[in-house]
Protein backbone atom coordinates (compact mmCIF):
# COMPACT_ATOMS: atom_id res chain seq x y z
CA UNK A 1 0.00 0.00 0.00
CA UNK A 2 2.70 2.65 1.06
CA UNK A 3 5.20 1.55 -2.00
CA UNK A 4 1.90 2.09 -4.35
CA UNK A 5 1.97 5.47 -3.09
CA UNK A 6 5.29 6.00 -3.22
CA UNK A 7 5.40 5.42 -6.88
CA UNK A 8 2.91 8.08 -7.38
CA UNK A 9 4.25 10.47 -5.92
CA UNK A 10 5.36 12.54 -8.37
CA UNK A 11 8.56 13.92 -6.25
CA UNK A 12 9.43 9.87 -5.81
CA UNK A 13 9.29 8.99 -8.81
CA UNK A 14 11.38 11.68 -10.32
CA UNK A 15 13.70 10.56 -7.55
CA UNK A 16 13.66 7.11 -8.73
CA UNK A 17 14.38 8.24 -11.96
CA UNK A 18 17.56 10.08 -11.57
CA UNK A 19 18.97 7.34 -9.16
CA UNK A 20 18.55 5.29 -12.06
CA UNK A 21 19.79 7.27 -14.78
CA UNK A 22 23.22 7.76 -12.80
CA UNK A 23 23.46 4.06 -12.49
CA UNK A 24 23.49 3.51 -16.36
CA UNK A 25 26.85 2.89 -17.94
CA UNK A 26 28.50 5.57 -19.35
CA UNK A 27 26.53 8.45 -18.08
CA UNK A 28 29.04 9.32 -15.18
CA UNK A 29 31.40 12.17 -16.80
CA UNK A 30 34.98 12.24 -15.31
CA UNK A 31 35.82 15.82 -14.19
CA UNK A 32 39.57 15.44 -15.13
CA UNK A 33 40.04 14.05 -18.18
CA UNK A 34 36.51 15.66 -19.55
CA UNK A 35 37.83 19.50 -18.85
CA UNK A 36 41.37 18.22 -20.81
CA UNK A 37 39.43 17.00 -23.52
CA UNK A 38 37.06 20.14 -23.74
CA UNK A 39 39.71 22.73 -23.10
CA UNK A 40 42.48 21.51 -25.38
CA UNK A 41 41.57 23.46 -28.59
CA UNK A 42 41.11 26.62 -26.31
CA UNK A 43 43.49 26.91 -23.51
CA UNK A 44 47.11 26.44 -22.82
CA UNK A 45 48.69 23.56 -21.04
CA UNK A 46 49.35 26.19 -17.98
CA UNK A 47 45.29 26.74 -17.73
CA UNK A 48 44.25 23.21 -18.31
CA UNK A 49 46.46 22.27 -15.53
CA UNK A 50 44.74 24.40 -12.99
CA UNK A 51 41.24 24.10 -14.02
CA UNK A 52 42.06 20.27 -13.24
CA UNK A 53 43.37 21.16 -10.04
CA UNK A 54 41.48 23.97 -8.65
CA UNK A 55 38.38 24.89 -11.40
CA UNK A 56 38.60 26.83 -14.76
CA UNK A 57 37.49 30.00 -13.12
CA UNK A 58 40.47 29.87 -10.41
CA UNK A 59 42.64 29.34 -14.10
CA UNK A 60 41.79 32.78 -15.21
CA UNK A 61 39.68 31.62 -18.47
CA UNK A 62 37.10 33.76 -19.50
CA UNK A 63 33.59 32.72 -19.83
CA UNK A 64 33.06 33.44 -23.49
CA UNK A 65 36.01 30.53 -23.89
CA UNK A 66 33.96 28.43 -21.62
CA UNK A 67 30.93 29.15 -23.59
CA UNK A 68 32.90 27.81 -26.42
CA UNK A 69 33.85 24.45 -25.06
CA UNK A 70 30.45 24.52 -23.68
CA UNK A 71 28.76 24.48 -27.08
CA UNK A 72 30.46 21.70 -28.60
CA UNK A 73 29.47 19.30 -25.70
CA UNK A 74 25.76 20.41 -25.75
CA UNK A 75 26.03 19.59 -29.88
CA UNK A 76 27.62 16.33 -29.23
CA UNK A 77 25.12 15.37 -26.57
CA UNK A 78 22.32 16.50 -28.36
CA UNK A 79 23.39 14.57 -31.20
CA UNK A 80 23.80 11.64 -29.83
CA UNK A 81 20.25 11.71 -27.58
CA UNK A 82 18.30 12.38 -30.84
CA UNK A 83 19.66 9.13 -32.86
CA UNK A 84 19.20 7.16 -29.58
CA UNK A 85 15.41 8.08 -29.25
CA UNK A 86 15.13 7.99 -32.79
CA UNK A 87 16.03 4.38 -32.93
CA UNK A 88 14.30 3.38 -29.53
CA UNK A 89 10.76 4.69 -31.91
CA UNK A 90 11.47 2.12 -34.76
CA UNK A 91 9.83 -1.12 -32.94
CA UNK A 92 6.59 0.78 -33.19
CA UNK A 93 2.89 -0.27 -30.54
CA UNK A 94 3.95 -3.42 -29.67
CA UNK A 95 6.76 -2.76 -27.83
CA UNK A 96 5.50 0.40 -26.06
CA UNK A 97 6.02 -0.62 -22.57
CA UNK A 98 9.81 -1.76 -23.49
CA UNK A 99 10.78 1.44 -25.25
CA UNK A 100 9.42 4.15 -23.26
CA UNK A 101 10.62 3.30 -20.07
CA UNK A 102 14.11 2.99 -22.11
CA UNK A 103 14.44 6.16 -23.86
CA UNK A 104 13.35 7.82 -20.73
CA UNK A 105 15.85 6.45 -18.75
CA UNK A 106 18.37 7.13 -21.93
CA UNK A 107 17.25 10.45 -22.27
CA UNK A 108 17.92 11.34 -18.44
CA UNK A 109 20.94 10.18 -18.57
CA UNK A 110 21.85 12.55 -21.57
CA UNK A 111 20.44 15.11 -19.27
CA UNK A 112 22.93 13.99 -16.38
CA UNK A 113 25.83 13.79 -18.71
CA UNK A 114 25.20 17.61 -19.97
CA UNK A 115 24.89 18.74 -16.21
CA UNK A 116 28.16 17.79 -15.43
CA UNK A 117 30.00 18.59 -18.35
CA UNK A 118 28.14 21.89 -17.97
CA UNK A 119 28.87 21.80 -14.43
CA UNK A 120 32.74 21.04 -14.83
CA UNK A 121 33.25 23.94 -17.28
CA UNK A 122 31.59 26.69 -14.89
CA UNK A 123 33.68 25.64 -11.86
CA UNK A 124 31.68 23.19 -9.46
CA UNK A 125 33.17 20.64 -8.05
CA UNK A 126 32.84 16.67 -9.07
CA UNK A 127 29.63 15.23 -8.41
CA UNK A 128 30.02 11.89 -8.16
CA UNK A 129 32.32 9.63 -6.31
CA UNK A 130 34.52 6.93 -7.93
CA UNK A 131 33.45 4.59 -5.56
CA UNK A 132 30.45 2.57 -6.03
CA UNK A 133 27.24 3.43 -7.82
CA UNK A 134 25.08 5.19 -4.79
CA UNK A 135 24.63 9.01 -5.47
CA UNK A 136 24.42 11.05 -2.20
CA UNK A 137 21.70 13.17 -0.73
CA UNK A 138 23.62 16.53 -1.26
CA UNK A 139 24.51 15.22 -5.38
CA UNK A 140 20.63 14.44 -5.77
CA UNK A 141 19.73 18.06 -4.53
CA UNK A 142 22.20 19.64 -6.73
CA UNK A 143 21.31 17.60 -9.82
CA UNK A 144 17.44 17.95 -8.97
CA UNK A 145 18.21 21.62 -9.07
CA UNK A 146 19.89 21.49 -12.37
CA UNK A 147 16.74 19.42 -14.21
CA UNK A 148 14.61 21.69 -12.46
CA UNK A 149 16.81 24.55 -14.16
CA UNK A 150 16.35 22.90 -17.42
CA UNK A 151 12.76 22.30 -17.18
CA UNK A 152 12.46 25.88 -16.44
CA UNK A 153 11.72 26.41 -12.72
CA UNK A 154 12.11 30.06 -11.42
CA UNK A 155 12.87 28.57 -7.73
CA UNK A 156 15.63 25.86 -8.99
CA UNK A 157 17.08 29.04 -10.66
CA UNK A 158 17.52 31.18 -7.50
CA UNK A 159 18.30 27.73 -5.51
CA UNK A 160 21.38 27.12 -7.95
CA UNK A 161 22.28 30.77 -8.03
CA UNK A 162 22.20 30.44 -3.77
CA UNK A 163 24.26 27.46 -4.09
CA UNK A 164 26.90 29.05 -6.39
CA UNK A 165 27.36 31.86 -4.00
CA UNK A 166 28.02 29.83 -0.67
CA UNK A 167 30.00 27.81 -2.92
CA UNK A 168 32.23 31.23 -4.44
CA UNK A 169 32.15 32.68 -0.66
CA UNK A 170 33.84 29.99 0.91
CA UNK A 171 35.91 28.87 -1.72
CA UNK A 172 34.60 25.46 -1.67
CA UNK A 173 35.55 22.30 -3.32
CA UNK A 174 32.67 20.44 -2.27
CA UNK A 175 29.01 20.63 -1.84
CA UNK A 176 27.18 22.41 0.88
CA UNK A 177 25.85 19.33 2.18
CA UNK A 178 23.55 21.40 5.09
CA UNK A 179 22.29 23.64 2.43
CA UNK A 180 21.06 21.13 0.14
CA UNK A 181 19.60 18.25 2.58
CA UNK A 182 18.37 20.00 5.84
CA UNK A 183 18.76 23.48 5.21
CA UNK A 184 17.28 26.44 2.84
CA UNK A 185 17.95 24.99 -0.03
CA UNK A 186 16.11 21.80 0.68
CA UNK A 187 12.28 22.60 0.46
CA UNK A 188 12.94 23.64 -3.20
CA UNK A 189 14.71 20.89 -4.22
CA UNK A 190 11.78 18.69 -3.11
CA UNK A 191 9.24 21.27 -4.74
CA UNK A 192 11.04 20.93 -8.43
CA UNK A 193 11.43 17.07 -7.41
CA UNK A 194 7.67 16.98 -7.74
CA UNK A 195 7.00 19.33 -10.38
CA UNK A 196 9.68 17.11 -12.58
CA UNK A 197 7.73 14.13 -11.68
CA UNK A 198 4.58 15.80 -12.76
CA UNK A 199 6.29 17.00 -15.83
CA UNK A 200 7.33 13.34 -16.39
CA UNK A 201 3.91 11.75 -16.86
CA UNK A 202 2.91 14.30 -19.37
CA UNK A 203 6.66 13.77 -21.53
CA UNK A 204 5.95 9.58 -21.58
CA UNK A 205 2.42 9.86 -23.16
CA UNK A 206 3.70 12.25 -25.61
CA UNK A 207 6.44 9.81 -26.27
CA UNK A 208 4.31 6.97 -26.10
CA UNK A 209 2.11 8.33 -29.27
CA UNK A 210 4.99 9.23 -31.47
CA UNK A 211 6.33 5.70 -31.18
CA UNK A 212 2.51 4.21 -31.66
CA UNK A 213 3.43 4.35 -35.55
CA UNK A 214 7.14 2.26 -36.86
CA UNK A 215 9.51 4.18 -39.01
CA UNK A 216 7.60 7.49 -38.97
CA UNK A 217 7.59 7.58 -35.12
CA UNK A 218 11.01 7.04 -35.04
CA UNK A 219 11.60 10.58 -36.91
CA UNK A 220 9.11 12.09 -34.46
CA UNK A 221 10.61 10.98 -31.42
CA UNK A 222 14.16 12.15 -33.15
CA UNK A 223 12.66 15.46 -34.39
CA UNK A 224 11.03 15.69 -30.25
CA UNK A 225 13.93 14.86 -28.19
CA UNK A 226 16.23 17.33 -30.29
CA UNK A 227 13.87 19.88 -29.86
CA UNK A 228 13.39 19.57 -25.64
CA UNK A 229 16.87 18.57 -24.83
CA UNK A 230 18.91 21.22 -27.03
CA UNK A 231 16.96 24.21 -25.57
CA UNK A 232 17.18 22.48 -22.12
CA UNK A 233 20.97 22.20 -22.19
CA UNK A 234 21.38 25.97 -23.40
CA UNK A 235 19.22 27.17 -20.39
CA UNK A 236 21.76 25.42 -18.16
CA UNK A 237 24.39 26.65 -19.46
CA UNK A 238 23.25 30.60 -19.50
CA UNK A 239 22.73 29.74 -15.54
CA UNK A 240 25.77 28.70 -14.46
CA UNK A 241 27.63 30.78 -16.65
CA UNK A 242 25.91 34.18 -15.07
CA UNK A 243 26.79 32.79 -11.79
CA UNK A 244 29.12 33.60 -9.00
CA UNK A 245 31.41 30.34 -9.09
CA UNK A 246 32.27 30.93 -12.84
CA UNK A 247 33.73 33.94 -12.58
CA UNK A 248 37.11 34.09 -13.81
CA UNK A 249 40.25 34.98 -11.38
CA UNK A 250 43.63 35.56 -12.24
CA UNK A 251 46.97 34.42 -10.55
CA UNK A 252 48.73 37.46 -10.07
CA UNK A 253 52.83 37.28 -9.23
CA UNK A 254 53.88 40.31 -6.90
CA UNK A 255 57.23 41.16 -6.05
CA UNK A 256 57.86 43.00 -2.49
CA UNK A 257 60.95 43.74 -0.65
CA UNK A 258 62.33 40.50 -2.89
CA UNK A 259 59.83 38.42 -1.69
CA UNK A 260 57.14 36.05 -4.14
CA UNK A 261 53.39 36.20 -3.18
CA UNK A 262 50.66 34.42 -5.01
CA UNK A 263 47.32 34.89 -5.09
CA UNK A 264 44.07 34.99 -6.94
CA UNK A 265 42.36 38.37 -7.70
CA UNK A 266 38.74 39.20 -9.83
CA UNK A 267 40.39 39.98 -13.39
CA UNK A 268 40.36 43.49 -14.97
CA UNK A 269 36.68 42.84 -16.68
CA UNK A 270 35.31 43.30 -13.05
CA UNK A 271 31.90 45.24 -12.81
CA UNK A 272 33.45 48.23 -10.19
CA UNK A 273 36.52 49.61 -10.11
CA UNK A 274 37.67 50.19 -6.69
CA UNK A 275 36.26 54.21 -6.86
CA UNK A 276 32.76 52.64 -7.73
CA UNK A 277 32.85 53.68 -11.56
CA UNK A 278 32.06 51.50 -13.88
CA UNK A 279 34.77 49.19 -15.55
CA UNK A 280 34.08 47.86 -19.51
CA UNK A 281 34.80 44.51 -20.14
CA UNK A 282 36.43 45.21 -23.50
CA UNK A 283 40.36 44.07 -23.06
CA UNK A 284 39.41 41.35 -21.05
CA UNK A 285 39.87 38.58 -23.55
CA UNK A 286 41.76 35.08 -23.83
CA UNK A 287 45.30 35.11 -24.04
Not at 82 to 92: I, Q, T, V
Not at 225 to 245: G, Q, V
Request: one cysteine or more.
Amino acid sequence: MNEGKATENPESRFSVALVGAARLPGVRVHREAYLRKALARYCSEDQIRIAVEETPAMAGIPVDVLDKAANDSIRYETAKVSALSAAAGLPGFMALPATVPADLAQYFGHMLRIAQKLAYLYSWPDLFSDDGDDVDDATMGVLTLFFGVMFGTQSANVAVGKVAEMMAKQVAKKLPQKALTKGVIYPVVKKVAAYIGAEMTKQTFAKSVSKAIPVVGAAISGTLTFATYRPMAKRLKKHLADSELAKPKSRVVVVEAEEVHESFVPPQASNTASDGTAVTAEDSRPL
